[in-house]
């Protein structure tokens, strides 16, 4: 059974830095695309970075330069490092094995940016 577990959200201040985590277990992690996704409130879910097993990730325009993503496949861990946060990431960040809106995420971790 795939299992995707998401920690270190929050509350942090326009501006601030965040990194959140995930631990997967139940698959070949280091054989599998992983993403984080995103669900502001009211909003639909959005892609905004993709870690393949090889070579380089991608991001969403809205992140790109800000988020940077990390697999560590020794430990079945996917990290997103996030700077520069803005009112406008408020979210909850799901962990994902594989993309699109199909794919198996975890149960999700709120991060608030907020003065």
């Known amino acids: 059974e795939v299992r995707l577990v998401e920690f270190g959200g929050g509350l942090v201040q326009p501006g601030g830095s965040l990194r959140l985590s995930c631990v997967g277990s139940?698959?070949?992690?280091?054989?599998?695309?992983m993403s984080w996704l995103r669900q502001a409130p009211g909003k639909g879910l959005e892609e905004v970075a993709v870690?393949?097993?090889?070579?380089?990730?991608t991001y969403s325009d809205s992140v790109k330069g800000r988020f940077t993503v990390f697999r560590h496949n020794l430990n079945n861990t996917l990290s997103l490092q996030m700077k520069n946060l803005q009112p406008e990431d408020t979210a909850v960040y799901y962990c994902?094995?594989?993309?699109?809106?199909?794919?198996?995420r975890g149960q999700g971790t709120q991060v608030t940016v907020s003065s």
């Open positions: 139940g698959f070949t992690f280091s054989a599998n695309t």
């Open positions: 870690a393949y097993s090889m070579g380089n990730p």
């Open positions: 994902a094995k594989g993309i699109g809106p199909f794919a198996s």
